[in-house]
């Protein structure tokens, strides 16, 4: 005899959407990652492939961090304001965006 269950589907008519809501809530800040402390070193190699990517206008894809996740994005350099901590990007679609420095997690050549 074969006992054909439900799974969690039974579960989740008898939840209040409370508990629902908190549940998800859980999972997505259970997957949320802390943003890496960087020495030095990275540092450097970061501003370095920075600085010859706005000089030699290579294409750059930058690894970036916000709110637990990490994201990353190509585009080429317009400018650096490093008053204001930003980088000015145009991606090949012509759209330009800004990252902050303190969002850098790291930078490659592509």
Known sequence: M???DRGSKKW???MLTEHVAQIRQYYLND???LLPELDEMQIEEIERTIREAFE???LLEVDTW???YFTKRCGYVKKVNPHGRM???KDELEV???IHLYR?????RV
Do not use: N, P, Y
């Open 96 to 98: 330009e965006f800004s």
């Open 87 to 89: 980088i000015l990007f």
């Open 31 to 33: 997957s949320k990652q």
């Open 56 to 58: 030699h206008g290579h």
């Open 12 to 14: 989740t008519a008898m």
């Open 104 to 108: 850098l997690v790291g930078a490659a």
């Open 66 to 68: 916000k709110d637990g």
């Open 2 to 4: 074969i006992l054909r």
